[in-house]
């Protein structure tokens, strides 16, 4: 799992993407810094915190987009399939791969944290709180894009097909709302991702929101595994 975790991360900074990530995401989070604390006083990072969710479901599917469907189209695949490496070590490099670089990303929260310290008082705990809950939407939704990744040997369809099933989750409570079965609309109110996420927002630390979105990781690069499975097989 170690080499092809190096591998992965060489690969993202010999590349545009690792900067064009790591770019449009500190944009958009120094606006919303800028919009949200900067211009009206506050040292509340709530609203950056409640935003960048909406950031990350357009640029996940940028990050996770080549990290299998590249390996197809180059015909790397097969090598990569019958190297002395688990299949599950092989997923396992990659999306920690990934994991690393959104962790570069979204850490510079901790700078906005410590400019807002230098004019107030910060509440810390409740930023990490929120970085926290940040790190864990990107790990699960870093698995579903890698899952997608898997399904398709075109870049632009797994970037389009990870965005689509992203905006999916995070439209579960739109679903929910319109749905008229009691059953299905509390299984759905029970999966929504925001909903979750926005209780680490208010300040919520919620252990079993910290389940979910782990089990959600676990449960598609689980996935993951099981397609590279069968197309070994096969």
């Known amino acids: 799992m170690g080499a092809i975790y190096r591998r992965e991360i060489g690969a993202f900074f010999s590349s545009s993407i690792a ?16 919009l949200n604390n900067l211009a009206t006083g506050s040292a509340n990072m709530a609203g950056v915190f409640s935003n960048l969710f909406l950031v990350i479901i357009f640029l996940i599917p940028i990050l996770t987009m080549r990290l299998f469907s590249e390996e197809k189209k180059q015909k790397t695949e097969q090598g990569l399939l019958t190297a002395p490496v688990s299949l599950t070590g092989i997923v396992l490099g990659k999306y920690f791969a990934a ?14 944290g410590v400019i ?47 965005f689509v099933v992203l905006m999916l989750l995070y439209m579960i409570d739109v679903i ?6 009691s059953w299905l609309q509390s299984l759905l109110y029970q999966l929504s991702f925001y909903s979750r996420y926005y209780e680490f927002t208010c300040g ?20 993951t595994v099981r397609v590279f499975e069968k197309r070994r097989w096969s």
Do not use: P, R
Request: zero cysteines; hydrophobic letters at 65%.
């Open 99 to 112: 994991l690393t670089l959104f962790l570069i990303g979204v850490s510079i929260v901790f700078i906005y």
């Open 176 to 181: 929910a709302s319109a749905v008229h079965v």
């Open 19 to 34: 900067y064009v990530f790591l770019a449009v995401f500190y944009v958009f989070s120094g606006y919303f810094f800028s």
């Open 204 to 223: 919520i630390f919620n252990l079993s929101s910290v389940l979910f979105y782990v089990s959600t990781a676990v449960l598609f690069n689980f996935f």
């Open 116 to 162: 807002l310290s230098l004019f107030g008082t910060v509440a810390w705990v409740t930023l990490v709180s929120n970085y926290i809950a940040l790190l864990l939407l990107g790990a699960a939704f870093i698995a579903v894009g890698l899952f997608v990744s898997s399904l398709t040997e075109n870049q632009v369809v797994a970037a389009v097909g990870g």
